[in-house]
T-cell receptor, first 114, second 113 residues
């Protein structure tokens, strides 16, 4: 099992550009989510999905879109990048049918918006 | 919503000493409390967790205690080693699941050889 994978590892964007951060898991997990990590602020939930075809907003969804067409993939789209979106982005997944199961994180994508 | 406060923000200990990191939460509906370790440039990894029906859990040199009445939980690392140096995050999660997770801001632990 590769676990949770993310691409790219690093990305530099100019303000106004769009891009997609990729996330995939091979553990047949129902629950997937995206977080951003900023200094002094901990991890904050952007969007999440409880299964294929179902997505919802987290704490800080503005400026981001997600979709979940398959169980394995959960891409995060930045529509028009802003310097405030400079951050480290982590995708996570868990096998959550009921109750709370261990959450596994991907390796992260470091994004710089100029 | 939930508010999780984590203290201290930085902690330096001598190798072999114990380290204690404390988190307090505000929402009594929170019932799952994981702790994550994040090494520099790496992903957060679960090291121990505790559920609200348990007061203490131990795994080798790591233990977590939970006081539901006072709404706080703590991470205890005994016999610290240089490889314990990392940032540690606590989190509080209600029965609704990770959709409602709140993380602490993290504690940077430095173990001095």
């Amino acid at each position: 099992n590769a676990g949770v994978t993310q691409t790219p590892k690093f990305q530099v964007l100019k303000t106004g550009q769009s891009m997609t951060l990729q996330c995939a898991q091979d553990m047949n997990h129902e629950y997937m989510s995206w977080y951003r990590q900023d200094p002094g602020m901990g991890l904050r939930l952007i969007h999440y999905s409880v299964g294929a075809g179902i997505t919802d907003q987290g704490e800080v969804p503005n400026g981001y879109n997600v979709s979940r067409s398959t169980t394995e993939d959960f891409p995060l789209r930045l529509l028009s990048a802003a310097p405030s979106q400079t951050s480290v982005y982590f995708c996570a997944s868990s096998f959550q049918t009921s109750g709370i199961e261990t959450q596994y994180f991907g390796p992260g994508t470091r994004l710089l918006v100029l | 919503g939930e508010n999780v406060e984590q203290h201290p923000s930085t902690l330096s200990v001598q190798e072999g000493d114990s380290a204690v990191i404390k988190c307090t939460y505000s929402d009594s509906a929170s019932n799952y409390f994981p702790w994550y370790k994040q090494e520099l440039g790496k992903r957060p990894q679960l090291i121990i967790d505790i559920r609200s029906n348990v007061g203490e859990k131990k795994d080798q040199r790591i233990a977590v205690t939970l006081n539901k009445t006072a709404k706080h939980f703590s991470l205890h690392i005994t016999e610290t080693q240089p490889e314990d140096s990392a940032v540690y995050f606590c989190a509080a999660i209600p029965s609704g699941g990770y959709q409602k997770v709140t993380f602490g801001i993290g504690t940077k632990l430095q173990v001095i050889p």
